[in-house]
């Protein structure tokens, strides 16, 4: 058990024009047992939206999709990406959680895809649950499309059974979801048998394309140029869309991964809502502190996520706010690898429903998963870059509500270098990617 006492440190009943952001926060610096703990606070303004039209009006049956969902204009550059892809160049998106990056590449692939019945696109995605989403959200999108004229869609993982890897083999869907290891150990070495694939792919998607760093993007920088060599057998060149958050070095990493030149867009257009940035530096542990932020936090009724640096100690914080958190106790999931599948769904099903108010997680969430709007995100630790910080920060606040992230120290140096110089934090840019090798495109020269 933690060593704290059972007094909370916010009020336990909020009257309803309390139960905010801004309210949280204010009782927060406020309180006798954690006010003084907090050695830095900032609110970073909301910013407006800004709004542009792409260069060349999308075809009607498109642009109803779009006005099927209420969106009358793209944010910059969302216009801005889906031009370049438009023209067949290859690009690099990386704007903020949230942003509405899934438009950049959807909106192209499913034009093209409209013009060409015979055009094929691969989707990758590091995650299964992210893939999950995509597909999710293919659905929604063109469920207004009459059905000869929808696009298929269709997820190629290790969850896929053989019957069905053997159906999407014989006839790939318009969208390919995969992933990195299914490309690499099935669709490469039996391109024979994807022809139909290959011969008319004309976009490779590739998200949260920071993942692809280190010897992970050594590998994948093999991967793709083993891609290019497959789709230039089938007469083939697709274009790249890339697609990361907060990222220092967008391009580069890009076309080190692929040997191409890659253009970026990095300056976002999305609208957002007012977010304090909270640093604080516990007595306790940053555990024992989170668990009473969440505490409080539940019992205003705020949508929640808790970052933790283990497995281990997701699973005590889960354990220990059951503990403390009284009615709202089954409203609490940890969130980890090594769940089930189905598992994890139910998990992220119930977030974005509303059923739970609070989830405490490993660093499986820090991807795009869409997990509904949040309110509050609690680090249990500094992460270990400017970059994830930023990353899990931005989980929260969406459709320009108001937010707040909260970055609890632990006892490491760098955790305590940043409670003492909260401004290095702030004006640091994330981080660049970087691959081994440092030139990729020598190395696969000898594959």
């Known amino acids: 058990m933690p060593p704290y006492d059972d007094t909370p440190p916010l009020p336990d009943e909020a009257a309803p024009e309390e139960c905010t952001i801004g309210a949280y926060v204010a009782a927060l610096i406020a309180s006798e047992r954690l006010g003084h703990l907090v050695v830095h606070h900032r609110v970073l303004p909301a910013r407006p939206a800004v709004y542009a039209d792409p260069l060349r009006p999308f075809p009607r049956p498109v642009a109803g999709l779009l006005a099927g969902r209420g969106i009358e204009r793209l944010y910059s550059h969302q216009a801005a990406a889906t031009d370049l892809t438009r023209a067949g160049r290859h690009v690099a998106v990386a704007t903020p959680t949230a942003s509405g990056k899934t438009m950049t590449y959807l909106l192209p692939v499913l034009e093209e895809i409209i013009k060409n019945p015979d055009s094929r696109a691969i989707f990758l995605y590091p995650l299964k649950a992210l893939a999950q989403d995509q597909l999710k959200a293919i659905h929604e999108l063109t469920a207004s499309l009459p059905e000869s004229a929808r696009p298929t869609a269709a997820i190629y993982d290790g969850d896929t059974t053989a019957h069905f890897r053997r159906k999407i083999r014989d006839n790939p869907p318009h969208i390919l979801i995969t992933n990195p290891e299914m490309l690499h150990l099935s669709l490469l070495p039996g391109h024979d048998a994807w022809s139909t694939l290959f011969a008319g792919l004309t976009h490779v998607v590739v998200d949260e394309m920071h993942t692809y760093r280190g010897v992970m993007g050594s590998h994948m920088a093999h991967v793709f140029r083993r891609l290019e060599r497959v789709c230039q057998r089938f007469g083939s060149q697709p274009a790249f869309v890339f697609s990361s958050a ?113 989830v405490v997680s490993t660093s499986a969430l820090e991807l795009g998963i869409d997990i509904g709007g949040l309110d509050l995100c609690i680090l249990c630790g500094y992460p270990g870059s400017v970059m994830s910080a930023w990353q899990r920060g931005g989980r929260v606040g969406r459709a320009r509500r108001e937010s707040a992230v909260a970055l609890i120290a632990g006892e490491d ?35």
């Open 246 to 358: 907060t990222i220092g070095n967008a391009g580069a990493l890009a076309t080190d991964l692929t040997g191409l030149p890659v253009a970026t867009v990095t300056e976002s257009g999305a609208p957002t809502g007012p977010r304090h940035f909270l640093f604080i530096n516990p007595e306790q542990s940053a555990a024992t502190t989170a668990v009473m932020l969440l505490a409080a936090a539940l019992r205003r009724g705020l949508r929640t996520i808790v970052y933790t640096q283990s497995r281990k100690m997701t699973e005590l914080i889960s354990l220990w706010i059951r503990e403390k958190a009284g009615p709202y106790a089954n409203r609490v999931s940890a969130y980890r690898s090594g769940f089930l599948p189905e598992e994890r769904r139910d998990i992220e099903a119930a977030m974005a429903s509303g059923k739970l108010l609070g």
């Open 413 to 447: 140096a760098l955790d305590q270098y940043f409670m003492r110089h909260p401004a290095e934090f702030f004006d640091r840019p994330p981080e660049s990617a970087v691959i081994n090798p440092a030139n990729p495109a020598i190395a696969a020269k000898h594959l």
